[in-house]
């Protein structure tokens, strides 16, 4: 019956219909009873799924919503800004940012080894979720006693946790839901997910223009008795952001887990051949000029990125405090433009990448980046900021287009695996000198040097591909 | 780019990698340029909103905060609420100016603005104190210094030239 049913299994995956099934099987010689109630087993079965894939679907969206909106409220701009309103020193928010990304590489370095071994159970996912969350408080409650250690502390179990929540999601999302059985809302979710997060991030900068950091003070009248407390924008935005993360948690703990863990030797000898091989990786990485050359630039931009990033949004806040729409506001006014604009850049790389050739994009895009922290340099004002980050992200966007086609022509497909992996370690350590040490010029001269620093740096990135096409103009690349 | 029976198509040969890179290059350098310069006809002359004001030539007028041995001297003095600010600013232009406004933003985005008329000659320091009520405007977000220069007779701000303070630390 077992080998009946594995047939009807096997017809139905094929596409056959449950005629054609039951013809089949009766040429075959099996008993037509038997052969209905296979056939009607399987349809049970199939249902049984399109309703479990139904709810998931449900969950999975519920759950992508709310970490979108969280995403928004509690953007990292905003905590760059307010880890500068309790550090008052660039060198300490560069130092943050330094430590955050090498402690994310870390952990996603952890994870990918873990998972490697053991499927991480959904409920674990969902805590880490409700972790992140508390962490936001944690965040949030360190900037209204002006702590620095309270908001170290809750911003490293927030990047502890989002990776632990992040990284097994991904997989758990493509293990469970194929993609042409995902919803539309679930399919589409890398372009809802942006619209969802720019909204979410004018509301979260609105929120913290109407109640200034030093608090509103709100009277009420409980049961007749007087009562007056002063409300923060930040701990409203980021409190509402830990309730989304931690609802979104919860929203996990309803998808059932499916199998038990295989257990596969030992997490640390895993580790351990982890970094054998990036070590090996990397050795065989660099033994190719060209691949060298791309991972080089690819860390020294990723650090000069991370740096100016960092303070991005503490240069809007400071700058535009009295103008535009308001400090916060102002800052997500940017930042929005920035999100809508990495919907575009795929579009525009992919088009222009054909009839320019991939190398060329590689030296547009990079320049349009340099422009942004140019332009902080030598026009700050809303409007120029505003335009330059719009032409700053779609540079990114195409440069990291770019580089993909390009490492297709160049690379096979394992070989691109490990430039990836290989550059997303490689950026850590330039990433570790560069950001503290701009931070600390920028404490010591200004900001502004900094971010016109970090645009001549990126522009001088352009005479080295310029060499690469030079030494390869034989061929089109 | 060829014609064949009287209709314009491509040909299929790109341009040469390096060509295509020149100008590319150019096209970026153009739109840096654009940004750059984005506003700034239209805020010449003008506070900074748009409005247009006297024509005074603000050429030649640049503004620094004086720093000992690299450290910014703007610094607070606080004795409860009220906070006495201190700064140096030095005329680093090559003409007089006739004093700075401060603006000192709090949170609260009450904003506190004065005028320190006083004659400063290039390469001369203007060192004066402010006071701050901290219930009133909150906690300082900003300070912005703003030369003045004389045009018909009366103080006028040359916004374009108005520096930020990188940071407030108390006074030692």
Redo the contacts between chains.
Sequence with gaps: MKSLADEVKKRKVSGESSREISLALGEQGFLQADISSAISESAGADSEKRKRERIENHFFMIKEFYDRIGFGLASQQFINILLMQIA??YFIVGLFNALKAFLEVVMAFFMNSYMRLRRVPVRSIGLAGILFGFSLIIVASASMFKSLPLFLLGMAVATISVVSYGEPYQRLLSSRIKKERRSYALKKIAYFGIITTAVSLFIGGRIMDAF???GEVVSLSLFGNPLSFRLYGYLIAFDMAAILFILSGYALSFIRDQGQSDEHGGILSELGRGFKESFENIRAVTSKRILLLLLVTGAVMGSLQTLVNSFYGIFIF??F???GF??FTNVAFIFIMALLASLLGPKISKMNAD???K???L??GT??M??TP??YY??P?M??IA??TL?GVIGSVIAGVAQNLLLIDLAGERERRVFFSTLSILVVVPQLVIVPLGAYL???Y??SLVFLGAGIAMASM?PL??GV??L??KE?? | MVFKKGRLIFSKRGVSPLIATVLLIAFAVALGAMVMNLGSLYADAGDGEGIQQPNADCSGVAINIYRIEGREQVFYESSGKDIRITFMIENSGLKQIRGVKAIVVGDSRNVLTKDFSQVVDAASVLREALEYDADAYGEIVDIKFIPLIEVAGTPFPCQKMAINAERLPQAN
């Design positions: 008052s020193s200034p950091e030093s400071r700058a405090f009295r103008t308001g400090g009839k320019y050739g190398f060329p994009m030296v547009f320049l349009l340099a422009i140019l332009t030598y026009n004002t409007f120029a335009e330059a032409l920028a404490d010591i200004s900001l352009t591909y310029l096409i030079v390869h103009k089109k690349i």
